[in-house]
């Protein structure tokens, strides 16, 4: 069922860390072992990723933000089944007065974090290089279209059954005590809100519409937002 509810409840997979297990969900994709549950868990919810490959890499170049997906831009000029994506993810959560090792996060909250994360793959997935230039452009030259895309990341995942992670990382990052108020107001006002979330699943009960289709095609007036911000900031 595509775009139908189902919340699946979480499939933990027992192994020990170290364990290689032979899993269908891991076909071409490079997960670190301390994570491994969680990525195998998120992924589950995503069948058509099943071939796509995706490294999932710890990295501390990320500025002010726990993970991000981007597709290898080397990989974009070769043939679609080669394109490659990486979720950078951050070793370490930086708090205030603090550092957590992202691993000791609740496994709930990262699940739904990396479902987000796969969301932005799966909107990658239907552009072609041309459009995942544009989107890379826009996402830098606009706030409206950063909040569009992350709204975007955000509904993919619910839409695929993930409304109570996606809820758990809310939940996390908005009443984390340790978290800075300018962090958690950017994550209030770019992301889909727990209310959103609940609406999203409401409408999705209502209808298979896809939602996300309505959001992509408004798109266009993107354009008119950038010329209305260029013209305010002036
Ligand atoms: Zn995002």
Not at 48 to 69: D, H, N, V, Y
Not at 97 to 107: C, F, G, L, T
Not at 222 to 227: F, H, M, V, Y
Request: no cysteine; net charge positive; proline share 3%.
């Amino acid at each position: 069922m595509r775009f139908g509810v189902e919340f699946a409840p979480y499939k933990r997979i027992h192994t020990s860390r170290n364990m290689i297990i032979k899993d269908t969900e891991t076909i071409d994709k490079e997960i670190p072992n301390v994570i491994r549950n969680e990525v195998i868990s998120a992924l589950a919810h995503y069948p058509e990723l099943k071939t796509t490959r995706i490294r999932f890499k710890f990295t501390r170049s990320l500025k002010g933000s726990i993970m991000a997906a981007r597709p290898q831009v080397s990989t974009l000029f070769g043939t679609r089944k080669n394109r490659t994506y990486d979720i950078l993810i951050n070793p370490v959560f930086k708090l205030q007065n603090s550092i957590e090792p992202i691993h000791q996060v609740d496994s709930k909250v990262l699940i739904g974090w990396i479902g987000h994360e796969l969301g932005h793959i799966m909107d990658y997935e239907q552009r072609s290089t041309f459009g995942i230039a544009r989107f890379g452009l826009l996402y830098w030259l606009s706030k409206t279209y950063i909040r569009k895309a992350e709204r975007v990341a955000d509904t993919f995942a619910v839409h695929r059954g993930m409304a109570p992670y996606i809820l758990a990382t809310k939940d996390f990052i908005l009443s984390h005590s340790g978290l800075s108020q300018k962090y958690k107001d950017k994550i209030a006002r770019l992301y889909l809100s727990p209310d959103d979330i609940v609406q999203v699943v409401e409408e999705m009960q209502q209808s298979n519409a896809s939602d996300k289709d309505d959001i992509l095609a408004e798109e266009k007036d993107i354009t008119t937002n950038i010329e209305q911000e260029e013209q305010q900031s002036r």
